[in-house]
Nanobody
Framework: QVQLVESGGELVQIGGSLRLSCAASGRISEHALGWWRRAAGKEREFVAAINWRGSIRNYADSVKGRFTISRDNAKNTVYLQMNSLKPEDTAVYYC????????????????WGQGTQVTVSS
């Protein structure tokens, strides 16, 4: 059983940066890890994913070049570095773990955190 706890979300100005962290209780070194987000009134959407080795990363087109996903298996932690933040990045951000064949597919993740709120405002 894996439990995931996100942190790092806060109010930030347009163009600013944040780093989200997701700490796992339980071993996640063999899991792929992903970040998802849900804006108010919208469905949860894929943001980024990283394979168990950290050698393959996938990003949504909307965040490519601005967000970077990374992981530290020794610390059982996954990170999401977010730069050049825009108002449309405002959402609750969730981390997820599993063995997805398609990292963009929400249903293929087994474990989910409770989320952390990111608000981008002027």
């Amino acid at each position: 059983q894996v439990q995931l706890v996100e942190s790092g979300g806060e109010l930030v100005q347009i163009g600013g940066s944040l780093r989200l962290s997701c700490a796992a209780s339980g071993r996640i070194s063999e899991h792929a890890l992903g970040w998802w987000r849900r804006a108010a009134g919208k469905e949860r959407e894929f943001v980024a994913a990283i394979n168990w080795r950290g050698s393959i990363r996938n990003y949504a087109d909307s965040v490519k070049g601005r967000f970077t996903i990374s992981r530290d298996n020794a610390k059982n932690t996954v990170y999401l570095q977010m730069n050049s933040l825009k108002p449309e990045d405002t959402a609750v951000y969730y981390c997820a773990a599993g063995w997805p064949r398609n990292p963009n597919r929400e249903s293929e993740y087994v474990y989910w955190g409770q989320g952390t709120q990111v608000t981008v405002s002027s």
